[in-house]
């Protein structure tokens, strides 16, 4: 294809857009019984040829979702990038994580959610970065230009996840195995890497003007996958959290095996205490390239707000793997491995907006 940016639902102009205030809530609340009408008006971005491969535009499924999204929020707090990187995973992974064989043919259109939820993301939190920074932080942001191979490894591991779910036994494998894996890919190190990211921009590296609330995230750093949390939790959550329990404890479970594996920096625990430690030295105040020191309180809120939901889809599906890997359950195995898949572009195309020198944000324009 000639032009690999979508440019779909693109307009010109800049649509005012602001949030205030807490945005800790839930995409069901009936706060807002009636709202303006939204339209979102999404700037280029990448859609080249391996991405197509695996995924499907649907602007019509984008549109009702939107809908939803301005009954359910009250205005104030209407934010395209809380409705793109929070409210669009949450419908996703509210789905893929609970067994279901009915939503198989919407997954490359869940996909692409996911890749716009990542990508204007990393766009999103780029210019927050150039609006608001902090001491010694670079002028310019270093970039690169984004081409299909910025995505290449994303579209492989795409692949893979969608073909494990052909067969009982290969979703099975693929969840096992991806509890484990390289940095930020295996499940569990990505789950210990963003519960210490979140852990340390709550306390250590907050912002010098904002306040971080209370009881937003808690977890123990020896205790696999057990994360709560503040905000109100994916309907999956708690549901994966029993199962995961309950394998711990099942007679003929390969619960302690699959957690022990090889023992030593092999073990689950160890995995994901090496990589909370990782997420909190990377995101530590003496990382200036990302300093949040001079964010303001509606850009602080809206960071925390994506990032935990963002939390809240790894480790559920890190205990669906856990759990359906434990016990031998196919059909759990396939709603993590599906996950799983949610989960590369959320991360992956999330990584490529974050340096893309040419990414726009998405706005709303209110009628």
């Not at 940016?5 to 602001?18: K, Q, Y």
């Not at 789905?95 to 993301?121: E, N, R």
């Not at 010694?136 to 492989?156: D, E, I, L, T």
């Not at 602080?300 to 031998?328: E, H, K, M, R």
């Amino acid at each position: 294809m000639g032009n690999p940016l979508s440019r779909r639902g693109f307009l010109t102009g800049l649509a005012a857009t602001s949030l205030s205030g807490s945005i800790l809530f839930d995409r069901r609340s009936s706060q807002a019984k009636s709202s303006p009408s939204l339209a979102l008006n999404l700037p280029p971005y990448p859609f080249f040829p391996n991405l197509q491969s695996v995924m499907t535009e649907d602007r019509a499924l984008l549109d009702r979702l939107l809908g939803a999204y301005a009954r359910s929020t009250p205005t104030a707090q209407q934010h395209p990038i809380d409705f793109l990187s929070r409210y669009v995973p949450v419908y996703i992974f509210e789905q893929t994580l609970l067994p279901s064989a009915s939503i198989q043919p919407l997954l490359p259109k869940f996909l692409w959610l996911m890749h716009l939820a990542g990508y204007f993301g990393g766009v999103w939190l780029r210019d927050a970065f150039i609006h608001f920074p902090g001491p010694g932080s670079p002028n310019p942001r270093p970039g690169f230009p984004v081409s299909a191979n910025s995505f290449a490894v994303a579209v492989a591991r795409i692949n893979a996840a969608l073909t494990a779910l052909e067969y009982d036994a290969a979703a099975l494998a693929y969840a096992e195995e991806n509890l484990r894996g390289l940095p930020l890919q295996g499940l569990v190190d990505s789950y210990g890497y963003n519960a210490g990211y979140l852990d340390q921009i709550l306390v250590g590296s907050k912002p010098i003007n904002a306040v971080a609330p209370a009881n937003y995230f808690s977890y123990q750093s020896t205790a696999i996958l057990n994360g709560t949390y503040g905000v109100p939790e994916i309907q999956p959550l708690n549901f994966w959290r029993l199962q995961t329990h309950l394998a711990a404890s099942r007679s003929g479970s390969r619960y302690n095996e699959i957690v022990e594996g090889t023992g030593e920096a092999n073990s689950l625990i160890s995995l994901q205490t090496s990589a909370i430690t990782r997420g909190k030295l990377t995101w530590s105040p003496q990382n200036v390239f990302l300093s949040i020191a001079n964010f303001d309180q509606p850009t602080y809120n809206l960071l925390l707000v994506t990032s935990a939901y963002f939390l809240q889809c790894v480790q559920a599906t890190a205990q669906a793997a856990l759990a359906s890997s434990a016990l031998g359950q196919a059909s759990w195995a396939k709603a993590a491995t599906r996950s799983n898949a949610m989960l590369i572009p959320y991360s992956g195309s999330y990584g490529v907006g974050l340096f893309d020198n040419m990414g726009q944000l998405p706005t709303f324009t209110v009628s």
